[in-house]
Structures are given as structure tokens and as C-alpha cells.
């Protein structure tokens, strides 16, 4: 088990899909996302596993949740700044996102 303080370390924030395209370097089918954040974090840049129940087209404009504050990791020839969330379904990957639209930079507690 963790503790909560350990939870509490993690930041999690919502953000609007601004742009996806395919991460053509990626070893597994990727999408590189740019993602709004508000004005406090800005932009940032994710690789995301997302390409079996999702094209880029239908991403624009979807709000997601995401990790803020891992260390960035490079995918291919992309930095991933965040780790967009979401299920490990049989599916497929199904994004995790708020039920109602909320401003980009909300926190997730």
C-alpha cells in the first residue's frame, strides 16, 4: 500500500487536444498529442498508445486526463512531457475524461 502523501504527489490535470498525429518513430502505434493545460502549465507534448479506438481527427477538441509531473520520456523521435490516462481494456486503451467540460489545468484530486 501507498500513503496518501505518496498519492498526493502525483499531479493529475485536465487538458483539451489541441493536435494528434501518427508518432511515425514510435515501435508500437502511437499519436503525438499536443495538449492545452491553461495558462499556469501551457502546452505540452504526450506520445500516447491510443490508436485502436481512436483517430486523430476525433481527438481534437477531446478534454483528457493527464499526469503532469513525471520526468519526461522520449518515444521515438518525441519528447512526452505527460502520460495521458487511461484503462488497459480489452478493447483497447479508453481515455479517462471528465463527464463534463472543465477548464484546461483542473486538478485531479
Known amino acids: 500500500m501507498i500513503e496518501l502523501s505518496d498519492f498526493e504527489k502525483i499531479e493529475m490535470r485536465a487538458g483539451t487536444i ?3 498525429k501518427e508518432n511515425k518513430k514510435s ?9 492545452d493545460f491553461g495558462e499556469k502549465i501551457g502546452v505540452k507534448k504526450s506520445s500516447a498508445q491510443i490508436t485502436k479506438l481512436y483517430t486523430p481527427e476525433d481527438l481534437i477538441g477531446t478534454q483528457v ?9 522520449h518515444v521515438g523521435s518525441v519528447t512526452s512531457e505527460v ?11 479508453v481515455l479517462l475524461k471528465p463527464s463534463e467540460s472543465v477548464k484546461n489545468g483542473d486538478r485531479v484530486f
Not at 515501435?27 to 495538449?35: E, G, W
Not at 502520460?83 to 486503451?93: A, F, I, K, N, Y
Open 18 to 20: 489541441l493536435e494528434a
Open 27 to 35: 515501435r508500437n502505434p502511437a499519436y503525438v498529442l499536443k495538449i
Open 65 to 73: 486526463i493527464c499526469c503532469v509531473n513525471f520526468p519526461p520520456l
Open 83 to 93: 502520460r495521458v490516462l487511461g484503462t488497459d481494456s480489452e478493447q483497447g486503451v
